[in-house]
């Protein structure tokens, strides 16, 4: 019989996982107190949560987790994950933001390592993890994006422009001659 306090664990981690659009399950042996308070509250900065709970929690939460995407298979491959001590990096905003903060703590001191995570309705490795934190901020792809749009705009007004500055020059040189004409 399960005690009250893990079933209350487990609701916690239900509410939690449903709010989450992001999560990845890592290997945070070798982290001290420290350093793990110190990547939490750099995660709350970006809306992120890295939570520790046992395994068999998690695995109960997790199969009632109902998000998009995350079908059987899924479920299966996550729940596999969850050997050893694994936290789990929760993220509820800007998935990108909380992947690029994680993984800048795991620069600095070469811990925890990643395991598997769920990213866009999919199923996410170590190496798909380490990708989306190699790419631009959001903002700096939605500039790039504007610019790129921006850009055949710009070229188009400069070629209309310059036709009628040509024809503005023509008009007035016709002007001029005829002053000195007449």
Do not use: C
């Not at 709970?53 to 998690?58: P, V």
Request: proline share 3%; glycine share 4%.
């Amino acid at each position: 019989m399960p005690s009250q306090k893990n079933k209350d664990l487990v609701l916690v981690l239900k509410e939690k996982l449903s709010k989450a659009s992001t999560l990845f399950l890592t290997d945070y042996r070798g982290l001290t107190h420290q350093q793990l308070e110190q990547l939490r509250k750099s995660l709350k900065k970006v809306k992120a949560e890295y939570i520790v709970a046992k395994n068999t929690l998690l695995k109960i939460a997790l199969k009632e987790d109902k998000r998009k995407g995350l079908d059987e298979e899924s479920r299966t491959k996550l729940e596999e994950k969850l050997q050893e001590p694994t936290a789990t990096l929760l993220s509820y905003g800007d998935e990108m933001e909380a992947i690029k903060t994680l993984d800048t703590f795991i620069k600095s001191a070469q811990i925890p390592k990643i395991k598997i995570g769920f990213f866009a309705g999919k199923i996410a490795t170590e190496m798909d993890f380490k990708s989306l934190a190699n790419l631009p901020s959001r903002d700096v792809l939605l500039a790039t994006l504007v610019s790129r749009l921006q850009s055949p705009l710009y070229g188009l007004h400069h070629a209309m422009r310059w036709n009628l500055s040509k024809l503005v020059y023509a008009l007035d040189a016709v002007a001029k001659k005829r002053a000195i004409n007449s």
